[in-house]
């Protein structure tokens, strides 16, 4: 077999003893001691503004070096996870120019049949841009290997430097010590690792930090990884204490240091993040968070909370019981509320709270927001149900639902209200919108999440069609809350309906029972939400309240009586399974005439009603139970939302439609 030997363009061969199986060098604090006894103001010099005089060992990038390092590193690895990232360097630094391969040629025909497999497994790994290939090591290989590169990287890069160094040496080493904790994508981001997760920052936080923090942190990322810089951040930190690094020494940091798309990155991975750890729903357990993560969003608190334990979650617990008293559905609300913990409408649905008031919902609503942290978003309910803003105009209530998993908005005003084109597509999955803030122009948010809308028994939806009638999930709160006199009082003439309320459920109080709430929707998240199933009670409210404001289906169901439906129901029982038949059979019956329809079906001339009249008393109706102004609905129209409710129509003489089968009431 042919062995494959790799020789790198001006690097020496120190880099060979630094490998993941490699003994690494413990800190050795006496050399510092020996490194920093140069440092008396005669003996030291600095040659500040001499650049010739820095010497760099090598021909490519430090950051390059780096990527170098970290190939020598993992070469020789039998992890098939290593091995991935391995190729993925490889492609990457020979297309860079900074491998040189040289073959030993075996006579062995079937060796080299093999090798050339290897060649093929080569031609099919992606070359990626550097800084993915930067976040490819992060994800794939352990955190304290990367931190022995970079310390690596600065000690060999600049070793020969502590006595010459600038402003240039001193940011290039800064880059290594932040690689793939520092992006920039229109601003700045870094990366927290005791937080888990990046905040924005500025390049005058950058600044502050090279300039007071830098030296200090250097040293105490050798300490950590058991690596000895021999002295070089003494240099560094005396440097820094005569000299000030600004923010126009920092500018070329922006074309280094930028990551494509970053911002379309954040927040999309299957992950929560808490201030102590990451929940990771790919292992349905917690882990330390990694910059690959790209969270920028987070609950707020710690995920091993000492407020979740028994008694909290009992209380918790009690709540439910006390709000929505039945198993059923409290097991299906907690479901509900739980696909909010992964980005995604995964019921596609557009979710109704509703009760007459004093009912736990606007408690809920606010324990929701506190549970999810940044990962809630409480716009305006007009977002919703009203108006949609067009994607020109500043929409700061659309713009907060970028990379949010769950909107909880409270009431509308009672009445009559449409639901917007936005709203339409959130709940449709449709993902990416446009949308802008004030002095800032139009940019794509992703917005995929569940919207909750708190309201009351009266209000009524007027645009409602087939796809938003698919879409309504109603969840009634049927419970009052109220104080122990008024219950007492409610109980003595019948009212079952009430509890008694409690301070612990009021304001911001509710927000230690955030960690106990969130743990019990992990118990109850569901990977496939298909699976889930509606409670009776849901139902109904659901039927009830899509009636109310579908006007025609309500008129339907009160106006409307099916003469044939049971007999309809008992030739379905008496078929069986002889479905194709009966379509076949349904078809040849719909292209008689009217009339041996009729007969063939055994349909009186009384169980049949022209669409007109039906459709003329549909407007008297409406004028006098709807609205008493002039209704602006065709015929036409009205035919649409009888076949959406599957009304039987037949054609008669002169192509005038017929109901079969029905009576006027």
């Given at each position: 077999m042919r062995n494959h030997s790799f020789e790198v363009n001006g690097i020496t061969n120190d880099m060979a003893n630094f490998s993941l199986t490699?003994?690494?060098?413990?800190?050795?604090?006496?050399?510092?001691?020996?490194?920093?006894?140069?440092?008396?103001?005669?003996?030291?010099?600095?040659?500040?503004?001499?650049?010739?005089?820095?010497?760099?060992?090598?021909?490519?990038?430090?950051?390059?070096?780096?990527?170098?390092?970290?190939?020598?590193?993992?070469?020789?690895?039998?992890?098939?996870?290593?091995?991935?990232?391995?190729?993925?360097?490889?492609?990457?630094?020979?297309?860079?120019?900074?491998?040189?391969?040289?073959?030993?040629?075996?006579?062995?025909?079937?060796?080299?049949?093999?090798?050339?497999?290897?060649?093929?497994?080569?031609?099919?790994?992606?070359?990626?841009?550097?800084?993915?290939?930067?976040?490819?090591?992060?994800?794939?290989?352990?955190?304290?290997?990367?931190?022995?590169?970079?310390?690596?990287?600065?000690?060999?890069?600049?070793?020969?430097?502590?006595?010459?160094?600038?402003?240039?040496?001193?940011?290039?080493?800064?880059?290594?010590?932040?690689?793939?904790?520092?992006?920039?994508?229109?601003?700045?981001?870094?990366?927290?690792?005791?937080?888990?997760?990046?905040?924005?920052t500025s390049e005058l936080e950058i600044v502050q930090d090279i300039n007071i923090f830098f030296a200090m942190n250097l040293e105490a990322l050798a300490k950590q990884v058991g690596l000895s810089l021999d002295g070089f951040t003494f240099f560094i930190s005396h440097y820094l204490c005569t000299n000030f690094i600004g923010v126009k020494d920092i500018g070329h940091l922006h074309h280094v240091l930028f990551l494509r798309n970053f911002r379309q990155r954040i927040d999309k991975s299957p992950v929560l993040r808490f201030n102590d750890c990451v929940y990771d729903f790919r292992i349905r357990a917690t882990r330390s968070g990694r910059p690959s993560d790209f969270c920028v969003k987070g609950t707020g608190y710690d995920f091993y909370s000492e407020e979740n334990n028994e008694e909290t979650r009992e209380l918790l617990m009690q709540f439910f019981r006390d709000v929505f008293v039945e198993e059923d559905l409290i097991s299906y609300v907690l479901k509900i509320l739980a696909s909010t913990l992964t980005h995604g409408n995964k019921l596609r649905s557009l979710i109704f709270f509703i009760g007459s008031g004093s009912n736990g919902k606007t408690t809920l609503g606010n324990m929701m927001k506190y549970t999810m942290g940044d990962y809630a978003a409480s716009p305006n309910v007009s977002l919703f149900l009203g108006r949609s803003v067009s994607a020109e105009k500043p929409n700061p209530h659309m713009y907060e639902l970028n990379n949010a998993r769950v909107a909880i908005c409270e009431e509308p005003d009672p009445g009559t209200v449409t639901i917007t084109g936005d709203?339409?597509?959130?709940?449709?999955?449709?993902?990416?919108?446009?949308?802008?803030?004030?002095?800032?122009?139009?940019?794509?948010?992703?917005?995929?999440?569940?919207?909750?809308?708190?309201?009351?028994?009266?209000?009524?939806?007027?645009?409602?069609?087939?796809?938003?009638?698919?879409?309504?999930?109603?969840?009634?709160?049927?419970?009052?809350?109220?104080?122990?006199?008024?219950?007492?009082?409610?109980?003595?003439?019948?009212?079952?309906?009430?509890?008694?309320?409690?301070?612990?459920?009021?304001?911001?109080?509710?927000?230690?029972?955030?960690?106990?709430?969130?743990?019990?929707?992990?118990?109850?998240?569901?990977?496939?939400?298909?699976?889930?199933?509606?409670?009776?009670?849901?139902?109904?409210?659901?039927?009830?309240?899509?009636?109310?404001?579908d006007h025609v289906g309500r008129f339907i169901k009160f106006k409307l009586q099916d003469v044939l439906k049971n007999d309809e129901e008992e030739e379905d029982d008496d078929d069986g399974d002889d479905d194709g038949d009966d379509e076949s059979d349904e078809d040849q019956q719909n292209a008689l005439p009217l009339e041996e329809y009729l007969a063939q079906k055994n349909i009186s001339s009384d169980a049949i009603i022209s669409m007109e009249e039906v459709y003329n008393h549909y407007r008297k109706w409406y004028r006098a139970y709807v609205n008493t102004s002039s209704l602006n609905y065709t015929i036409t129209e009205f035919r649409m939302d009888l076949n959406k409710y599957g009304i039987r129509l037949r054609k008669g003489q002169l192509e005038e439609d017929y109901l079969i089968g029905y009576r006027l009431v």
């Open positions: 490699s003994d690494t060098t413990e800190y050795n604090s006496s050399s510092d001691t020996e490194n920093n006894s140069h440092s008396d103001g005669v003996n030291l010099q600095f040659h500040l503004d001499q650049i010739h005089d820095v010497k760099y060992m090598f021909e490519c990038h430090p950051v390059l070096y780096f990527l170098l390092v970290m190939f020598n590193s993992i070469k020789g690895s039998e992890e098939e996870e290593y091995q991935e990232v391995c190729r993925e360097l490889k492609k990457f630094l020979k297309n860079q120019g900074l491998l040189k391969v040289e073959v030993e040629v075996v006579e062995e025909e079937e060796e080299m049949m093999d090798d050339d497999d290897d060649d093929d497994d080569d031609d099919h790994v992606p070359l990626l841009p550097l800084n993915e290939l930067i976040y490819r090591c992060f994800d794939h290989l352990p955190e304290k290997l990367i931190n022995m590169a970079k310390v690596f990287t600065i000690k060999n890069c600049y070793r020969c430097n502590r006595n010459r160094l600038n402003k240039m040496i001193v940011i290039n080493c800064y880059i290594i010590y932040q690689l793939g904790c520092l992006v920039f994508d229109e601003f700045w981001y870094r990366y927290d690792y005791p937080k888990h997760g990046w905040t924005q709203a339409k597509a959130i709940t449709g999955n449709v993902g990416t919108l446009k949308t802008r803030t004030l002095y800032r122009d139009l940019e794509v948010i992703y917005v995929d999440l569940l919207p909750i809308i708190n309201t009351n028994f009266k209000l009524s939806i007027s645009n409602l069609d087939n796809a938003l009638i698919d879409r309504i999930i109603v969840v009634p709160f049927l419970q009052r809350f109220i104080p122990k006199y008024k219950k007492e009082e409610e109980e003595r003439e019948g009212d079952t309906h009430v509890r008694m309320v409690q301070s612990m459920w009021q304001g911001r109080q509710v927000q230690r029972f955030a960690p106990a709430l969130m743990h019990l929707l992990l118990d109850y998240y569901q990977e496939d939400y298909t699976l889930v199933k509606m409670p009776d009670i849901v139902k109904k409210y659901t039927e009830g309240f899509v009636l109310r404001c």
